[in-house]
Protein backbone atom coordinates (compact mmCIF):
# COMPACT_ATOMS: atom_id res chain seq x y z
CA UNK A 1 0.00 0.00 0.00
CA UNK A 2 1.37 3.49 -0.61
CA UNK A 3 3.88 5.15 1.95
CA UNK A 4 1.13 7.83 2.67
CA UNK A 5 -2.03 5.88 3.44
CA UNK A 6 -3.43 5.36 7.08
CA UNK A 7 -3.43 1.58 7.67
CA UNK A 8 -6.58 0.38 9.74
CA UNK A 9 -4.91 -1.44 12.58
CA UNK A 10 -7.40 -4.57 12.01
CA UNK A 11 -8.53 -6.13 8.75
CA UNK A 12 -11.43 -8.75 9.52
CA UNK A 13 -11.85 -11.16 6.88
CA UNK A 14 -15.29 -13.27 6.78
CA UNK A 15 -15.00 -15.93 4.35
CA UNK A 16 -19.17 -16.17 3.41
CA UNK A 17 -20.25 -19.20 1.48
CA UNK A 18 -24.16 -19.93 1.04
CA UNK A 19 -24.85 -18.37 4.63
CA UNK A 20 -27.20 -16.03 4.26
CA UNK A 21 -29.06 -17.55 7.82
CA UNK A 22 -26.30 -16.50 9.72
CA UNK A 23 -24.49 -13.61 7.36
CA UNK A 24 -26.74 -10.34 9.26
CA UNK A 25 -25.68 -11.43 12.85
CA UNK A 26 -22.13 -11.86 12.05
CA UNK A 27 -21.91 -8.18 10.23
CA UNK A 28 -23.59 -6.54 12.43
CA UNK A 29 -21.04 -8.08 15.70
CA UNK A 30 -17.95 -6.45 13.37
CA UNK A 31 -19.67 -3.43 11.85
CA UNK A 32 -20.22 -2.26 15.68
CA UNK A 33 -17.13 -3.42 17.05
CA UNK A 34 -15.59 -0.53 19.64
CA UNK A 35 -12.50 -0.19 17.22
CA UNK A 36 -13.44 1.71 14.97
CA UNK A 37 -9.83 1.97 13.11
CA UNK A 38 -11.21 -1.68 10.73
CA UNK A 39 -11.70 -2.83 7.35
CA UNK A 40 -13.71 -5.50 6.67
CA UNK A 41 -13.58 -7.44 3.62
CA UNK A 42 -16.22 -10.17 3.17
CA UNK A 43 -15.36 -12.87 0.50
CA UNK A 44 -17.02 -15.51 -1.31
CA UNK A 45 -16.93 -17.64 -4.51
CA UNK A 46 -18.97 -15.01 -6.52
CA UNK A 47 -22.76 -16.81 -6.09
CA UNK A 48 -25.36 -14.33 -6.61
CA UNK A 49 -27.34 -15.10 -3.69
CA UNK A 50 -28.57 -14.03 -0.64
CA UNK A 51 -24.72 -13.77 0.93
CA UNK A 52 -23.85 -11.22 -1.81
CA UNK A 53 -26.79 -8.88 -1.76
CA UNK A 54 -26.71 -8.80 2.29
CA UNK A 55 -22.77 -8.14 1.97
CA UNK A 56 -23.84 -5.11 -0.61
CA UNK A 57 -26.58 -3.65 1.10
CA UNK A 58 -23.77 -3.21 4.43
CA UNK A 59 -21.46 -2.14 2.10
CA UNK A 60 -23.49 0.95 0.63
CA UNK A 61 -23.89 1.96 4.66
CA UNK A 62 -20.46 1.15 5.61
CA UNK A 63 -17.55 2.49 3.35
CA UNK A 64 -14.89 0.18 5.72
CA UNK A 65 -16.38 -3.21 4.21
CA UNK A 66 -14.80 -3.97 0.72
CA UNK A 67 -16.86 -7.17 -1.10
CA UNK A 68 -14.56 -10.27 -2.88
CA UNK A 69 -16.84 -11.44 -5.28
CA UNK A 70 -15.47 -13.74 -7.55
CA UNK A 71 -14.99 -17.95 -7.80
CA UNK A 72 -11.68 -18.49 -5.98
CA UNK A 73 -11.30 -22.04 -6.00
CA UNK A 74 -12.90 -22.90 -2.47
CA UNK A 75 -12.12 -21.92 1.23
CA UNK A 76 -8.27 -21.60 1.14
CA UNK A 77 -7.86 -19.94 -2.30
CA UNK A 78 -10.63 -17.24 -0.64
CA UNK A 79 -8.66 -16.81 2.20
CA UNK A 80 -5.44 -16.34 0.39
CA UNK A 81 -7.13 -13.33 -1.66
CA UNK A 82 -8.27 -11.81 1.31
CA UNK A 83 -4.95 -11.67 3.22
CA UNK A 84 -3.39 -10.77 -0.01
CA UNK A 85 -5.48 -7.14 0.21
CA UNK A 86 -5.74 -6.84 4.10
CA UNK A 87 -4.14 -3.26 4.71
CA UNK A 88 -4.24 -3.95 8.45
CA UNK A 89 -1.00 -3.93 10.51
CA UNK A 90 -3.19 -7.42 11.99
CA UNK A 91 -5.77 -9.62 10.66
CA UNK A 92 -8.47 -11.11 12.17
CA UNK A 93 -10.97 -13.38 11.08
CA UNK A 94 -14.80 -14.27 11.88
CA UNK A 95 -16.31 -16.99 9.85
CA UNK A 96 -19.96 -15.94 8.70
CA UNK A 97 -22.02 -18.45 11.17
CA UNK A 98 -20.17 -16.96 13.49
CA UNK A 99 -20.38 -13.94 15.36
CA UNK A 100 -18.12 -11.77 17.84
CA UNK A 101 -18.39 -10.10 21.06
CA UNK A 102 -17.99 -6.16 20.16
CA UNK A 103 -14.85 -5.35 22.13
CA UNK A 104 -13.37 -8.13 20.60
CA UNK A 105 -10.73 -6.57 18.09
CA UNK A 106 -10.21 -3.42 20.41
CA UNK A 107 -9.25 -5.90 23.16
CA UNK A 108 -6.67 -8.01 20.92
CA UNK A 109 -5.09 -5.14 19.46
CA UNK A 110 -4.33 -3.74 22.47
CA UNK A 111 -2.72 -6.50 23.62
CA UNK A 112 -0.97 -6.49 20.30
CA UNK A 113 0.39 -3.07 20.55
CA UNK A 114 1.26 -3.54 24.53
CA UNK A 115 3.55 -6.53 23.55
CA UNK A 116 4.46 -6.15 20.08
CA UNK A 117 2.92 -9.91 19.52
CA UNK A 118 2.65 -11.62 15.98
CA UNK A 119 -0.46 -13.39 17.54
CA UNK A 120 -2.81 -12.39 19.72
CA UNK A 121 -5.40 -15.70 21.17
CA UNK A 122 -8.57 -16.01 23.06
CA UNK A 123 -10.64 -17.82 24.11
CA UNK A 124 -14.45 -18.74 22.80
CA UNK A 125 -17.73 -19.24 23.62
CA UNK A 126 -19.74 -22.35 21.94
CA UNK A 127 -22.73 -20.65 20.85
CA UNK A 128 -26.32 -22.82 19.46
CA UNK A 129 -28.53 -20.67 17.70
CA UNK A 130 -31.84 -22.97 18.10
CA UNK A 131 -31.61 -21.87 21.87
CA UNK A 132 -29.41 -18.85 22.03
CA UNK A 133 -27.67 -20.90 24.59
CA UNK A 134 -23.46 -20.36 25.00
CA UNK A 135 -20.95 -21.53 27.20
CA UNK A 136 -16.75 -20.44 27.41
CA UNK A 137 -14.52 -23.37 25.97
CA UNK A 138 -11.79 -22.91 28.30
CA UNK A 139 -9.01 -23.45 25.84
CA UNK A 140 -6.55 -20.67 27.31
CA UNK A 141 -5.34 -22.33 30.22
CA UNK A 142 -4.80 -19.67 33.42
CA UNK A 143 -1.49 -20.88 33.34
CA UNK A 144 -1.30 -18.53 30.05
CA UNK A 145 -2.84 -15.74 30.25
CA UNK A 146 -1.38 -12.64 29.47
CA UNK A 147 1.46 -14.40 29.03
CA UNK A 148 3.57 -13.96 26.02
CA UNK A 149 5.23 -17.35 24.70
CA UNK A 150 6.30 -18.96 21.88
CA UNK A 151 6.93 -23.12 21.13
CA UNK A 152 10.82 -22.48 22.11
CA UNK A 153 9.43 -22.26 25.78
CA UNK A 154 6.32 -24.44 25.67
CA UNK A 155 5.98 -26.71 22.61
CA UNK A 156 2.61 -28.06 23.37
CA UNK A 157 1.46 -24.38 22.49
CA UNK A 158 1.13 -26.71 18.79
CA UNK A 159 -1.69 -29.10 20.30
CA UNK A 160 -4.39 -25.82 20.58
CA UNK A 161 -7.21 -26.57 18.07
CA UNK A 162 -7.16 -24.73 15.13
CA UNK A 163 -8.95 -21.78 16.36
CA UNK A 164 -7.88 -19.35 13.44
CA UNK A 165 -10.78 -17.10 14.40
CA UNK A 166 -9.84 -17.06 17.90
CA UNK A 167 -6.77 -14.55 17.35
CA UNK A 168 -5.43 -11.83 14.98
CA UNK A 169 -1.90 -11.72 13.04
CA UNK A 170 0.50 -9.61 12.42
CA UNK A 171 0.12 -8.60 8.66
CA UNK A 172 4.35 -8.47 8.65
CA UNK A 173 4.61 -11.96 10.13
CA UNK A 174 2.48 -13.39 7.48
CA UNK A 175 3.86 -12.11 4.47
CA UNK A 176 7.47 -12.18 5.72
CA UNK A 177 7.21 -15.78 6.33
CA UNK A 178 4.90 -16.65 3.29
CA UNK A 179 2.19 -18.62 5.33
CA UNK A 180 -0.78 -19.20 3.66
CA UNK A 181 -4.00 -21.60 3.31
CA UNK A 182 -3.67 -24.54 1.15
CA UNK A 183 -6.05 -24.12 -1.97
CA UNK A 184 -6.97 -27.71 -1.83
CA UNK A 185 -9.77 -27.52 -4.28
CA UNK A 186 -12.66 -29.18 -2.57
CA UNK A 187 -10.61 -29.36 0.68
CA UNK A 188 -11.88 -29.33 4.68
CA UNK A 189 -9.34 -28.65 7.46
CA UNK A 190 -7.48 -26.18 5.59
CA UNK A 191 -7.54 -23.84 9.04
CA UNK A 192 -5.47 -27.34 10.46
CA UNK A 193 -2.26 -26.04 8.55
CA UNK A 194 -2.77 -22.43 8.56
CA UNK A 195 -3.09 -22.35 12.36
CA UNK A 196 0.24 -24.49 13.29
CA UNK A 197 2.57 -22.78 10.55
CA UNK A 198 1.34 -19.38 12.58
CA UNK A 199 2.21 -20.94 15.94
CA UNK A 200 5.07 -22.55 14.67
CA UNK A 201 7.17 -19.54 13.75
CA UNK A 202 5.89 -16.94 16.08
CA UNK A 203 8.28 -15.33 17.91
CA UNK A 204 5.87 -13.64 20.57
CA UNK A 205 2.56 -15.46 20.99
CA UNK A 206 0.14 -13.17 23.66
CA UNK A 207 -2.72 -15.35 25.17
CA UNK A 208 -5.93 -13.88 26.88
CA UNK A 209 -8.48 -16.15 28.89
CA UNK A 210 -11.05 -13.85 27.84
CA UNK A 211 -13.84 -15.42 25.12
CA UNK A 212 -14.80 -13.26 22.34
CA UNK A 213 -16.18 -15.25 19.46
CA UNK A 214 -19.09 -16.97 19.38
CA UNK A 215 -18.93 -20.28 17.53
CA UNK A 216 -21.98 -21.80 16.08
CA UNK A 217 -22.84 -25.43 17.21
CA UNK A 218 -25.92 -25.94 14.57
CA UNK A 219 -23.98 -25.21 11.82
CA UNK A 220 -21.53 -28.37 12.12
CA UNK A 221 -21.75 -31.75 10.13
CA UNK A 222 -21.83 -34.93 12.04
CA UNK A 223 -19.76 -36.75 9.26
CA UNK A 224 -17.77 -36.81 5.74
CA UNK A 225 -19.53 -38.60 2.87
CA UNK A 226 -17.38 -37.61 0.14
CA UNK A 227 -14.80 -39.52 -0.72
CA UNK A 228 -12.00 -36.23 -1.62
CA UNK A 229 -12.95 -34.61 2.11
CA UNK A 230 -12.17 -38.06 3.67
CA UNK A 231 -8.57 -37.31 2.72
CA UNK A 232 -8.90 -33.38 3.29
CA UNK A 233 -6.81 -34.01 6.70
CA UNK A 234 -3.92 -36.03 5.17
CA UNK A 235 -3.00 -32.86 1.86
CA UNK A 236 -2.92 -30.59 5.30
CA UNK A 237 -0.72 -33.15 7.15
CA UNK A 238 1.48 -33.87 4.20
CA UNK A 239 1.81 -29.83 3.93
CA UNK A 240 3.15 -30.22 7.93
CA UNK A 241 5.25 -32.72 7.28
CA UNK A 242 7.11 -31.21 3.97
CA UNK A 243 7.07 -27.33 6.31
CA UNK A 244 8.55 -28.68 9.02
CA UNK A 245 11.92 -30.48 6.81
CA UNK A 246 12.16 -26.86 4.97
CA UNK A 247 12.53 -25.40 8.65
CA UNK A 248 15.15 -27.50 10.58
CA UNK A 249 15.19 -24.57 13.06
CA UNK A 250 12.28 -25.88 14.47
CA UNK A 251 12.06 -29.57 14.13
CA UNK A 252 13.51 -30.82 17.46
CA UNK A 253 10.35 -28.48 19.07
CA UNK A 254 7.66 -29.06 16.05
CA UNK A 255 7.77 -32.59 15.06
CA UNK A 256 6.53 -35.06 17.97
CA UNK A 257 3.75 -32.24 18.55
CA UNK A 258 2.71 -32.45 14.78
CA UNK A 259 2.76 -36.18 15.05
CA UNK A 260 1.06 -36.09 17.83
CA UNK A 261 -1.87 -33.92 16.51
CA UNK A 262 -2.07 -35.82 13.52
CA UNK A 263 -2.31 -39.00 14.98
CA UNK A 264 -5.28 -37.50 17.01
CA UNK A 265 -6.70 -36.20 13.87
CA UNK A 266 -6.89 -38.94 12.28
CA UNK A 267 -8.60 -40.87 15.27
CA UNK A 268 -11.35 -38.17 15.25
CA UNK A 269 -11.77 -38.40 11.32
CA UNK A 270 -12.03 -41.82 11.74
CA UNK A 271 -15.28 -41.44 14.23
CA UNK A 272 -16.61 -38.71 11.18
CA UNK A 273 -16.70 -40.34 8.10
CA UNK A 274 -18.79 -42.33 6.66
CA UNK A 275 -18.44 -45.95 7.66
CA UNK A 276 -17.90 -47.20 4.15
CA UNK A 277 -14.60 -45.14 3.87
CA UNK A 278 -13.54 -46.33 7.36
CA UNK A 279 -11.07 -49.40 6.78
CA UNK A 280 -9.64 -47.39 3.34
CA UNK A 281 -8.86 -44.27 5.50
CA UNK A 282 -7.44 -46.77 8.53
CA UNK A 283 -5.06 -48.27 5.60
CA UNK A 284 -3.39 -44.78 4.75
CA UNK A 285 -3.22 -44.02 8.31
CA UNK A 286 -1.11 -47.04 8.75
CA UNK A 287 1.27 -46.64 6.40
CA UNK A 288 1.90 -43.04 7.00
CA UNK A 289 2.98 -43.57 10.83
CA UNK A 290 4.70 -47.07 9.52
CA UNK A 291 6.67 -44.30 7.30
CA UNK A 292 7.54 -42.07 10.45
CA UNK A 293 8.08 -45.58 13.03
CA UNK A 294 10.91 -46.57 10.14
CA UNK A 295 12.61 -43.32 10.15
CA UNK A 296 12.66 -43.17 14.00
CA UNK A 297 10.24 -40.17 14.89
CA UNK A 298 8.07 -41.63 17.05
CA UNK A 299 9.43 -41.22 20.07
CA UNK A 300 8.77 -41.68 24.34
CA UNK A 301 7.43 -38.17 24.04
CA UNK A 302 5.01 -39.52 21.52
CA UNK A 303 3.76 -42.18 23.86
CA UNK A 304 3.29 -39.85 26.67
CA UNK A 305 0.61 -38.63 24.63
CA UNK A 306 -0.33 -41.59 22.33
CA UNK A 307 -1.41 -45.36 23.92
CA UNK A 308 0.96 -47.40 22.92
CA UNK A 309 -0.67 -50.30 22.55
CA UNK A 310 -3.26 -48.69 20.49
CA UNK A 311 -0.34 -47.20 18.17
CA UNK A 312 1.26 -50.71 17.67
CA UNK A 313 -2.14 -52.52 16.10
CA UNK A 314 -2.37 -49.70 14.20
CA UNK A 315 0.99 -50.51 12.30
CA UNK A 316 1.19 -53.93 13.05
CA UNK A 317 -2.54 -55.19 13.46
CA UNK A 318 -4.85 -53.24 11.61
CA UNK A 319 -7.80 -56.11 12.01
CA UNK A 320 -7.42 -55.38 16.20
CA UNK A 321 -7.48 -51.35 15.34
CA UNK A 322 -10.32 -51.27 13.68
CA UNK A 323 -11.99 -53.75 16.89
CA UNK A 324 -10.73 -50.90 18.99
CA UNK A 325 -12.51 -48.17 16.58
CA UNK A 326 -15.71 -49.37 16.09
CA UNK A 327 -15.85 -49.43 20.30
CA UNK A 328 -14.46 -45.81 20.06
CA UNK A 329 -17.24 -44.86 17.89
CA UNK A 330 -19.75 -46.35 19.93
CA UNK A 331 -18.80 -44.91 23.19
CA UNK A 332 -18.79 -41.54 21.12
CA UNK A 333 -21.90 -42.00 20.08
CA UNK A 334 -23.49 -42.74 23.53
CA UNK A 335 -21.89 -39.75 24.58
CA UNK A 336 -22.86 -37.47 22.19
CA UNK A 337 -26.62 -38.37 23.24
CA UNK A 338 -26.22 -37.87 26.56
CA UNK A 339 -24.10 -35.11 26.24
CA UNK A 340 -27.84 -33.71 24.76
CA UNK A 341 -29.56 -34.38 27.92
CA UNK A 342 -27.23 -33.74 30.29
CA UNK A 343 -22.95 -32.70 30.61
CA UNK A 344 -20.51 -32.01 33.34
CA UNK A 345 -17.37 -30.24 31.55
CA UNK A 346 -14.38 -29.35 33.80
CA UNK A 347 -11.00 -28.18 32.97
CA UNK A 348 -8.29 -26.45 34.07
CA UNK A 349 -10.32 -22.78 33.96
CA UNK A 350 -13.75 -23.49 34.75
CA UNK A 351 -17.07 -25.80 35.65
CA UNK A 352 -20.00 -26.15 33.09
CA UNK A 353 -23.16 -28.11 33.25
CA UNK A 354 -25.69 -28.43 31.04
CA UNK A 355 -29.24 -29.76 31.04
CA UNK A 356 -31.10 -30.27 27.96
CA UNK A 357 -28.82 -28.35 26.01
CA UNK A 358 -29.22 -24.88 28.49
CA UNK A 359 -25.82 -24.09 30.49
CA UNK A 360 -27.19 -24.19 34.23
CA UNK A 361 -23.94 -23.97 35.90
CA UNK A 362 -20.74 -21.78 35.04
CA UNK A 363 -17.99 -21.38 37.20
CA UNK A 364 -14.49 -19.67 36.17
CA UNK A 365 -11.63 -20.22 38.90
Known amino acids: MPENEIRPK ?3 VIPSYKMEKYLSKCLDSVVNQT ?7 VVDEGDMDESRAITDLYKEK ?9 KHGG ?3 SMNAAFDIAKGEYIGIVEADDFA ?3 MFEDLYKIADKTGADIVKSDYNFYAHKTSQSRKVGMISKARNNKVLNIKQDSTILRMRPTIWTAIYKNEFLKENNIKFLTTKGGSYQDTSFAFKTLALAQKIAFTTKS ?10 SSVKSKGKVYAICDEFAELTNFINEHSEIKQ ?3 TEKLIKQYNAYIWN ?3 IDENYREEFVSRFANEFKEFYKNGEITEDFYKNVNKKDFNFLINDKKRFMEKMKKKIKRHELHEKRNKKFSIRINTTRISIVLFGKQVLHLEY
Open 10 to 12: VSV
Open 35 to 41: LKDIEII
Open 62 to 70: DPRIVGLHA
Open 75 to 77: YGA
Open 101 to 103: DVN
Open 212 to 221: YLYYNTDNEN
Open 253 to 255: YAN
Open 270 to 272: IIR
